[in-house]
């Protein structure tokens, strides 16, 4: 079964700390992986996309990992601000009987504290 | 360029009452798609839309749900009769290219059915 999983479910860190949050999928065959954005009462927002050869990707504070033997993904936040406090959602695709299809992972998320 | 829009922001109803949610995708996208977010299952893909035309409506959880898009501009998601389960923020989003594109999503619908 396709499966994207992330972990922590949600996470508490001070203002100007860094944050690893990790995205673990089951997806095949792979086609992308995306980072997403969401803030309370918002749709989400595209941080990063890597495809299966890429192995890291920089948004900003934000960077992106993917390991794509292990089909493991990290988002890495640096010095994180107050503003970063949100949902982040991983998102695999992945393609079945000549179509597209997204797996979206119930995300982890994150509050930051001053 | 205003983004996706979507109405109402937030519709409350009666079980057993049809419910229409409304999308203006962001001119120029080829792709629409319609989602359903809760706490315990996350984002869900229901159905997408390529030029227009439904090509994977098989996230529509039952016949109690169904999406049309008449024209470019205008999508709509119908729930007839609605049931408290159908209870969810449902986000239409949309992509210029392909599903793993980057979609743009709308600010969401907050859907209550007592």
């Known amino acids: 079964k396709n499966q994207v999983e992330q972990s922590p479910q949600s996470l508490i860190i001070l203002e100007g700390k860094n944050c690893t949050l990790q995205?673990?999928?089951?997806?095949?065959?792979?086609?992308?992986l995306r980072w997403y954005k969401q803030d309370t009462g918002r749709g989400p927002v595209s941080l990063t996309i890597?495809?299966?050869?890429?192995n890291t990707k920089s948004n900003g504070r934000y960077t992106a990992t993917l390991d794509a033997d292990t089909k493991q993904s990290s988002l890495h936040i640096t010095a994180s601000q107050l503003s970063d406090s949100a949902s982040y959602i991983c998102?695999?695709?992945?393609?079945?009987?000549?179509?597209?299809?997204?797996?979206f992972g119930i995300g982890t998320k994150l509050q930051v504290i001053p | 360029d205003a983004g996706v829009i979507q109405s109402p922001r937030h519709e409350v109803t009666e079980m057993g009452q049809e419910v229409t949610l409304r999308c203006k995708p962001i001119?120029?996208?080829?792709?629409l798609f319609w989602y359903r977010q809760t706490m315990m299952r996350g984002l869900e893909l229901l159905i997408y839309?390529?030029?227009?035309?439904?090509?994977?409506d098989s996230g529509m959880p039952e016949d109690r749900f169904s999406a049309k898009m008449p024209n470019a501009s205008f999508s709509t998601l119908k729930i007839q009769p609605s049931e408290p389960r159908d209870s969810a923020v449902y986000f239409c989003?949309?992509?210029?290219?392909?599903?793993?594109?980057?979609?743009?999503f709308g600010p969401g619908t907050r859907l209550t059915v007592l």
């Open positions: 995205c673990n999928y089951t997806v095949s065959p792979f086609s992308n």
């Open positions: 989003a949309s992509s210029r290219a392909a599903i793993a594109d980057t979609q743009y």
């Open positions: 890597m495809t299966f050869s890429e």
């Open positions: 001119s120029g996208h080829d792709y």
């Open positions: 998102v695999v695709s992945w393609n079945s009987g000549g179509y597209q299809k997204v797996t």
């Open positions: 839309f390529n030029n227009n035309v439904p090509i994977d």
